[in-house]
């Protein structure tokens, strides 16, 4: 092999391993934030959901009810 095509092959290959590097950090990034998301939809639903039971345990007919303006 020449040198100038070894040289070239050397310098694609660098570009290549920067460039994953870069793309393993953004997916690590995003893993991180995906986790976050889902313990935060976790905590929303539990929190929706003891809402839910304290409503039904109260059971307020809210379609029954009418407003405080009649």
């Known amino acids: 092999m020449t040198e100038p095509r070894l040289q070239t092959i050397e310098t ?5 391993e920067h460039t994953i590097e870069a ?4 997916v690590y990034q995003q893993s991180q934030q995906l986790d976050a998301l889902a313990e935060k939809n976790r905590h ?17 007919g809210a379609s029954d009810e009418k407003p405080p303006h009649y």
Do not use: P
């Open 12 to 16: 694609k290959l660098a570009y290549l």
């Open 23 to 26: 793309l393993n950090k953004v």
């Open 44 to 60: 929303l639903n539990a929190r929706v959901q003891g809402l839910l039971e304290q409503g039904s345990a109260q059971d307020i």
